[in-house]
């Protein structure tokens, strides 16, 4: 049973940064290819960060310069560090496989506001 369980969400002023964990179980990210995704209020989900297996990255254009992510494969653990966050990063944030083959996990919110 695949589990995907993320953190490290927050409030936090524009300008500042933060670090997102993802925590998986049943799935292997030295395997897969895994992303990180996010959901802004009213739109869909979009894919913001892609890690391939052997640690190639891309980024949408969005969040290109800003967010980093990375990978730790003996924790089986994505992280996604974000710095000069946006007003417009407000979102839940979701990692899964690219494509996503898990069930989505509850998400972490970050809030970016004055």
């Known amino acids: 049973q695949v589990q995907l369980v993320e953190s490290g969400g927050g409030l936090v002023q524009p300008g500042g940064s933060l670090r997102l964990s993802c925590a998986a179980s049943?799935?292997?990210?030295?395997?897969?290819?895994m992303g990180w995704y996010r959901r802004a209020p009213g739109k869909q989900r979009e894919l913001v960060a892609t890690?391939?297996?052997?640690?190639?990255?891309n980024y949408a254009d969005s969040v290109k310069g800003r967010f980093t992510i990375s990978k730790d494969n003996v924790k089986n653990t994505v992280y996604l560090q974000m710095n000069s966050l946006k007003l417009e990063d407000t979102a839940v944030y979701y990692c899964?496989?690219?494509?996503?083959?898990?069930?989505w996990g509850q998400g972490t919110q970050v809030t970016v506001s004055s």
């Open positions: 890690i391939t297996r052997v640690g190639g990255t």
């Open positions: 899964n496989s690219v494509p996503p083959l898990a069930s």
């Open positions: 049943g799935i292997s990210v030295s395997i897969y290819s």
